[in-house]
């Protein structure tokens, strides 16, 4: 049996699941797990992230990374921190292409709420559905 991926978007697609847990051998694992972010997802976290780094709010001016970074730890998202080549500290570990389309609505809501807060001035990208 090769392996299958099933996105659950209706009955059939449940019981087609549901014949290959039937049909699996023993000792098969099953995953089952949220759907990632959305491509349109990612598209308006970047662009937020623009629109906030370019805004500078509290005069912080960081990079777009380091404000995913920020957000992403003011959520609770593990973020480790490595000692670079040049002995600069740089973000590595838990990524947002992990996140899963609630946790990233999450982010979304979060960095566009602390901009709100600011008084970023969003671009159309960031204010895009």
Known sequence: MAGQTVILAGQSQRRFAHDLVER???GAVLNIREAKRTVDQNAKMWA???DISRAAPENRHWTTDTWKAAFMHFLGHEIL?????NDAPFPAGFRTSRLNKQQMADLITCIQEYGDRHGVRWSDEGTAA
């Open 81 to 85: 921190w490595q000692p670079g080549l």
């Open 48 to 50: 937020l992230l623009s």
């Open 24 to 26: 699996a051998p023993l």
